[in-house]
């Protein structure tokens, strides 16, 4: 099947569409995902225009679906493995091979459902202004493949990734928690909070649980990079294995990225 008679197909089950550059995963149009749609006419008009462009599907509202995306070049096999022995298989109805080695595990959204940005290393998650790279679409990296069903088949996920994904409380627009130094008084209660938070331990949850720690205290607790590292460094001596100071430096470096929010441990 040709990846115009695929993006008319998948526009047809109610899925919104747009062209990515031949061999790559860039938008061709001017508003990226934004321009995503699913009205015929505008589709046939974009692979006309460029016959061998691959093929991007929305996630979010318009598509009503959204996608957890493992990277196994950034750790998401051994983050998945580790969700997996805590809380059971990932089922999917609909799952994708990527062209990098990955898989799209792809689930139907439910009314207001807002995704964390990553669950841990090598997981992204993509949900409202996101989109992913669709079968047939090709890159120097391989063939994109739809493994199993096909996205408008897609069921809700799992209860236990529900939870693990839902976005919690924003926290409000105002300055960070601490200003850029902590008093001392400050510094005592977090360690005191770290006290009580068990370590890391591997194969079960460690990454994930890891990732958390370092997202309460960048956004949480408004500490900088620097004071981060430092508080878990000392958590880290409860980890089984500790930790390196560079997987450290990820975990803190991943959570910064994902954005302000809050997360209970």
């Keep these: ?17 747009i062209p990515l550059w031949p061999n790559t995963k860039r938008p061709m149009t001017r508003r990226g995902v ?5 009205d ?3 589709i046939r008009s974009w692979f006309a225009e460029c016959e061998t462009a691959n093929l991007g599907i929305a996630t979010g509202p318009i598509s009503g679906i959204w996608v957890l995306d493992v990277d196994p070049r950034n750790g998401g096999w051994s983050t998945l493995a ?3 022995f805590t ?6 109805a609909c799952v994708q091979s990527t062209a990098q080695g990955g898989e799209h595990y792809v689930f139907r959204a439910e009314d207001n459902h807002r995704l964390m940005a990553k669950l841990g290393d090598g997981i992204d998650l993509l949900g409202e202004g ?5 079968s047939p679409s090709v890159t120097p990296a391989g063939t994109y493949r739809w493994h199993t069903g096909r996205p408008c088949a897609a069921t809700p996920a799992p209860t236990w990734l529900q939870k693990l994904v839902a976005r919690p409380e924003e926290l409000p627009a105002t300055p960070a928690t601490f200003p850029r130094q902590p008093s001392v008084m400050d510094m005592t209660r977090i360690r005191r909070y770290l006290e009580a938070i068990p370590g890391a331990i591997a194969g079960q ?16 607790w408004g500490l900088d990079d620097d004071l981060a590292m430092q508080v878990m460094s000392e958590w880290n001596a409860k980890c089984q294995p500790p930790w390196s100071r560079w997987e450290l430096a990820r975990k803190i470096k991943s959570a910064r990225s994902t954005g302000k929010y809050r997360r209970s441990l």
Excluded: I, N, W
């Design 40 to 42: 015929h006419a505008t």
């Design 205 to 220: 949850g460690g990454h994930a649980h890891t990732f958390l720690v370092a997202c309460k205290l960048v956004h949480g």
């Design 82 to 84: 580790d969700l997996e």
């Design 34 to 38: 934004y321009d995503a749609t699913h």
């Design 130 to 134: 996101r989109y992913f790279v669709a």
């Design 1 to 17: 099947m040709s990846t115009l008679q695929s993006a008319l197909e998948y526009a047809a089950a109610g899925l919104a569409v």
């Design 87 to 92: 809380h059971g298989p990932l089922e999917a």
